[in-house]
């Protein structure tokens, strides 16, 4: 189901919650329609974006059941399967590869500490033992080491990788595993998860993007791509200006008051609700919700964008 | 059960694993025998020496039902609950509680990016919902946040925590706390993380220790203990110095072969097993094991302290 | 002399020095000949490139007079005045500018501890006691903080500063600066560190590049810079593609054996003395000089990219 | 003139300024008085609490000159040379001893990258160069590498260093190489540069003490250190204790408004300030001053403590 190498726009999905924090599957639903009827290429469930941190394995197995079933085949569903060590993924693998995923996405060990020798390692096991595509997930700012152009491709010329998700923000590396990559494993997938360098990223040879500000605004990151894909360099840097000066949403939220993820997602969360997608803006705890004040500049930016 | 505040010497498990990574029960009984029998005043199960980031669920409750009924009430048990958020804390949490152990041990939120006012949110939830008393794990190491003065100072004042199990290694903020702590929540506990500070920490007023070479040498470590309580401080400097040299062996697997996590844990099991404690030395995967030449240095440690 | 905005290539000039570490000036002359024959549009000098942290004052003084001189009005040259803190920068500035130079370049205070509070300060009180113009450097690799858009676009917006050279590597943030002044300070140039991110960089409108391998590829660069100004971009990216293989000389050096910077100068300098540039591929000390080996790797990437 | 080991209270000294900054000798010289007449055993010049890195080389040569004629031979006078790499350091370190001081305190390399292997030459070939002997300078915090036992040692068994500062918080790496070094090289002086875990540093057999705070209260720390040598630990311990709340005083500046070295080292300075020592609390930019109600949380530490 998965094309090798993947692209296009596979959004992160938020998993929208119930006030008593559960997932509200109506909601989720809803999200995932308003996605696909955009024209996404793909969906990818429990990153970041989805909270996964936050949620429980049962939370989770929710999640992966309905995007599945309302992907029906349409779009490959990638879903995320976060843990700390080897074993622990795997049992994440195992619980995603049942519900009907069609490949995996899974960082370095987190919370101990790390050799490239046993990172090496880790994804060796786990991608051995996988029944679906394994991706690499890079994200520094959560795993606290950065995957090396090194490991990354020699795990793209072994087989080992189906892709690369990479959310380092280093756009200069992304380039070096991207070129060294494009020859010599050219089934490998280059991803970024960047909301504000599409554009120049998909100059750079990645294949897709897996921007969480998709959630909001899916029409403009596939109108985005497409102009990319065409070759229009000016009016794609226009669509990604407009969709940059949207992004500053995330920033809705004090800094005094909360950490930027509670923000971010807050804020898009904020956003679905008021464009009548989902039910309820609330975040998982230990998050800080986003006040009256701060709601209202995530409906001035999507005013301004042209969304409300 | 537990004693308020908690003090003495409270090793931190090893997690014995045969070669198939299932937990080895025989050998886990003879670990908690052998600290039994050397007089602990309590058993920390499912922290970093136990592998607890390396331990798939399942594991982890073979862990819990074994030594709660192996200590059987003679001593308390605390088990690590940890994960990266609140709700999944909380699951983990309720497993342990109902294994019948005594206390659980939480960290800060990890993976996500937080911020003051969220661990705050996080450590109030938990205590509150939380069926055993809640003691906080400060390991800036693995969680990447330091938990600070002002925040276990709350904490205690409130009533929230039971205590602070402290291995971050910062030895000054910890003697403010336990200073601060000391008139205002009496029964509020600190415990040192450290192998190598016990009696100037215990100098300072901290009430218990938890060092993970007391895996290897508990009588060490309970004489020790005993020597400060008596304020016979040069006899306890002499044998924390010889427990300091010992302590090198956790510096036995080559720093360019592996991280000093497989080191210290791969040293510490190589050492159980040399002395006839457990089975096997293994330790969990990504982690290197220790080669042959790497086994010899740790048994030159355990030959030069006596041990063998 | 300097436009606004400063455009263009504006290499950031190595300082080659004798067997006895003092600065070797017909060595130096040489190189600014070779990069201004290429057709620069400027010269950076004490830069991190030019290896500022290693040379003493008096060294600094030579480097300032040499570049000046040779330069003879036909480019401008940008000094960097590093050093901890404002006052030290200020005397950093002064000799400067007194030899000459046409801007200079300033970090935030390093080796303190710093807040926003007082890096804004101290890049008002340099700029309000400066002579020339000033750029802000962003280089968190050595400073240890990164600028902010916030204070970046509030310097630009008062007419502070000239300019960012942004070494941060993070593409996205340097492309909010970007957007956000080119409409608020439209004289406030933005010149990115990278040498593998050029093409895209200015597709971002950054105004101009100050790449370190400009020293070894003053062609490469300008012919880069010119297919991106008459919007060729498939003969850009494919120039880019090149200095990116040829960019691969910075891992010359053993990671066993010595630093990533004494790595990457080595190898410029290396790379320099055998294109006959430069008399002697000494760095500073405490930097490891590269062996015969891996010198080898350097002439092999030369020779790959048509340089040698 | 300096001992081997050094030992006892070394206050690293403040600078004062006048309101134009530039250093404010009369206050200097009855800085210099309020300590050596509270018994103190080494005077420690242009450290971090002497604002090292805010003083231009004209204000450090000052503080120098003054400091060594003050001390006229009673104590040892230890200099920092803070610069960034070894040739820039050497400058410094040849300065102080011409201006007659008895040792010199270094760090490894900073703002560079660096590698064990540079920081080893870099402090080889300082101390060859050094016309005094050279104390390693351990402070993270500023440098942003730690020093390493293996290294420390190294250069303690080969007669490279005179001994070591430590400023790292590390307790349990400061205590492996006392132990380390107390046989192999006798000679070798450690010093913690802690202000709240004296008694217990002397405990693991450090030598001597750096504290800041000793500006402020050289009575209490003389007697602090006289309690220890004496085997007075209960009576330590109060001393200590008493210390600890005095310390507070480094948080009166609100961190919303500053930096925590604007914090304590203007603490520090309007303490001396209230106590009649010093005839300005400035401190050099751009750190921010404690306003009224700031320097008033001071002034209440003073009170508390028996100061004022």
């Known amino acids: 189901m998965i094309t ?8 992160p999905v938020c998993t929208p919650l119930t006030a008593g924090c559960e997932v509200d599957v109506p909601s989720l639903e809803r999200l995932l329609d308003h996605l696909l009827d955009a024209g996404v290429d793909g969906l990818f469930v429990l990153g970041s974006t989805s909270e996964t941190a936050f949620l429980p394995d049962a939370h989770r197995r929710t999640v992966l059941e309905v995007a599945v079933a309302r992907a ?17 993924v795997l049992d994440q693998v195992r619980t995603a590869a049942a519900a009907g995923c069609d490949a ?29 595509p394994v991706f690499a997930y890079d994200l520094p700012v959560s795993v606290h080491t950065k995957l090396t152009a090194d490991l990354l491709c020699g795990w ?6 189906a892709g690369l998700k990479d959310s380092s923000g280093d756009e200069a590396a992304m380039r070096s595993v991207t070129l060294a990559t494009r020859d010599s494993a050219p089934s490998f997938s280059v991803l970024t998860g960047s909301e504000t360098t599409v554009d120049t990223a998909l100059r750079m040879g990645v294949h897709g993007v897996v921007p969480g500000l998709g959630n909001v605004d899916p029409h403009g990151y596939v109108r985005l791509y497409r102009h990319c894909v065409a070759g229009e360099w000016d009016a794609a840097a226009k669509e990604q200006e407009r969709l940059i000066r949207l992004f500053d949403l995330v920033n809705a939220g004090s800094a005094a008051r909360m950490g930027r993820g509670s923000s971010a997602l807050g804020a898009f969360k904020a956003a679905l609700h008021l464009l009548g997608v989902i039910g309820d803006p609330l975040t998982a705890p230990p998050q800080i919700p986003l ?8 409906r001035t930016r999507l005013a301004e964008s042209g969304l409300l």
């Open 156 to 161: 793209a010329a072994d087989g080992v990788l």
């Open 4 to 11: 090798a190498p993947l692209h296009g726009v596979v959004p």
């Open 291 to 298: 006040d009256a004040g701060e709601i209202d500049r995530v």
């Open 72 to 88: 029906a085949g349409q779009v490959p569903v990638l879903a995320g399967a976060i843990d700390m060590t080897t074993l622990r």
């Open 104 to 132: 995996v996405v899974v960082t370095a060990p987190f919370y101990t500490r790390t050799h490239p020798a046993e990172i090496d390692r880790h994804f060796r096991l786990v991608a051995q033992r996988s029944p679906v």
